[in-house]
């Protein structure tokens, strides 16, 4: 026996099929916006997170030696891809670039709730519009999202901030502080004790009365306090094109969601303007759902012309907790439409049964191991199958099959040539 490999996982049918409805529903709903699905590569060059974020991190990466000598990782995350995707056809390409993808990612990081080695993402990423409408139409669609998958306002929220509200606060004050490394403590702010993160400020740049009074500002999340207390052109513009993201975020019907929250700061460096994390409003999820924002400079980072960027990416292993949490998962467990079960020689008959039903869309099993009418029925029973066709050779003589519905039990017969016929779902309750 072999065993699983830690981080990664296994999803039989019935949790498939609850994974499978829950990524439609995401999936559907960035369709209704008109973003377009794209395939990406599982390798990409290890330079591409290296290069930007020193040698230290292949400590978190899959990464090895290929047989040609390239340094290459299994990709951690889908913005550097989708980054190089649009710099290699960024004349092509009509703006805005409205792109979706669903697709596994991986991290050799310690495995705990909600984070696993092997992990699935959608990602939802806007190129080419400054607009505070491209960041309102990202929160409209996870909203939706989110309302789609049965949640509700109770169950979610999004906390949202500006990266150069936090920025512009940092500079104004009189000290060389590490603005990148102060805010980064501030995403670290929820998950470590109040002194560590203090500590944190400080080793950033600032005294310790500097510490106390940046947290407490933050923490106090008024922008006309923050906007007062930083009085500079940057925090201004900041505080200005968050309000008019949220603003346009209540005519697209997401403002309720939103919650202003300046100690959102998401830790990664390529975050340029408006950020929010959705969490569990309950907080039974301990950490965020997910997390999106706005990376105006990673394009051109790249390689590429100036092109402004705003996305996000929900993961579903958090997803699907925030889903159980809310009673609205979906059923694990497999369904069948119909199962056509065959006793005696009757296998060309049944095959033709079973291919218009198929031909209608439905899901449709029949016997292919040659058991019994006893084995067929408990089978059919296993998979759930709402409708039993029988196909047996003495209903065959008489011109008829039997329909049977498992819930109740009930059957009739009804003329062989006439079913399935012209009804789209024909059950027992059609023909009886």
């Known amino acids: 026996m072999y065993d699983r490999i830690k981080g990664f996982r296994d999803f039989y049918p019935g949790e498939m099929s609850a ?33 930007k974020s020193g040698d230290d991190i292949v400590d978190e990466l899959y990464s090895f030696e290929d047989q040609s000598g390239r340094h290459v990782t299994l990709t951690p995350e889908l913005t550097p891809t989708v ?40 990602n939802v990423d806007i190129f080419g519009s400054s607009e505070p409408e491209a960041d309102a139409e990202i929160l409209a669609w996870a909203a939706d999202a989110l309302t789609g998958l049965g949640l509700t306002g109770e169950h979610f929220e999004f906390r949202i901030s500006h990266r150069d509200i936090l920025g512009g606060v940092l500079e104004s004050y009189d000290t060389d502080v590490d603005t990148e490394a102060a805010i980064r403590a ?6 470590i004790s109040q002194a560590e993160y203090h500590d944190l400020l400080i080793e950033a740049g600032l005294s310790a009365e500097q510490a106390a ?51 959102t700061a998401r830790g990664l460096d390529y975050y340029t303007g408006v950020v929010f994390e959705c969490f569990d409003s309950t907080g039974e999820v301990s950490r965020s759902i997910f997390g999106g924002g706005r990376y105006d400079d990673l394009i051109e980072s790249f390689g590429g012309q100036p092109t402004p960027a705003v996305g996000v990416a929900p993961g579903h292993a958090t997803l699907s907790l925030l ?12 369904t069948t439409d119909y199962y056509v079960l065959q006793i005696g020689d009757t296998r ?19 016997d292919i191991a040659g058991r019994s009418f006893g084995a067929q029925l408990d089978y059919a029973d296993s998979i759930n199958a709402e409708t039993v066709v029988i196909v047996g050779e003495q209903d065959l003589a008489n011109d008829e099959v039997t329909i049977k519905d498992m819930d109740s039990g009930d059957q009739t017969q009804v003329p062989v040539d006439e079913f399935p016929g012209d009804l789209e779902r024909p059950t027992f309750d059609d023909v009886a």
């Not at 995401?26 to 290296?50: K, N, Q, S």
């Not at 991290?107 to 909600?114: A, I, K, N, S, T």
């Not at 060309?348 to 869309?361: C, H, K, T």
């Open 323 to 334: 889903c159980q949490r809310a009673g609205v998962w979906p059923d694990e467990e497999v």
């Open 83 to 122: 980054a190089r995707m649009v710099v290699a056809k960024q004349q092509e390409l009509s703006k805005p670039i409205k792109w979706v993808s669903t697709r596994p990612f991986w991290r050799y990081e310690q495995v705990q709730q909600g984070r696993y080695r092997e992990f699935y993402q959608t």
């Open 19 to 51: 994974r499978r409805a829950t990524i439609d529903v995401v999936e559907d709903t960035a369709r209704e916006y008109g973003f377009r699905e794209i395939g990406t590569p599982a390798l990409e060059r290890a330079e591409m997170w290296t290069d």
């Open 213 to 263: 009074e940046f947290d407490d500002l933050i923490a106090a999340g008024d922008l006309d306090e923050v906007e007062a207390f930083a009085d500079t052109e940057r925090v201004t513009a900041a505080v200005t094109n968050l309000q008019n993201v949220l603003a346009a975020a209540e005519d697209f019907g997401a403002r309720e969601y939103c919650t202003i929250s300046l100690e």
């Open 348 to 366: 060309a008959d049944a095959a033709r049964i079973v291919q218009e039903l198929r031909d209608q869309g439905h899901v449709v099993e029949t």
């Open 186 to 191: 501030v995403d670290k702010s929820d998950k």
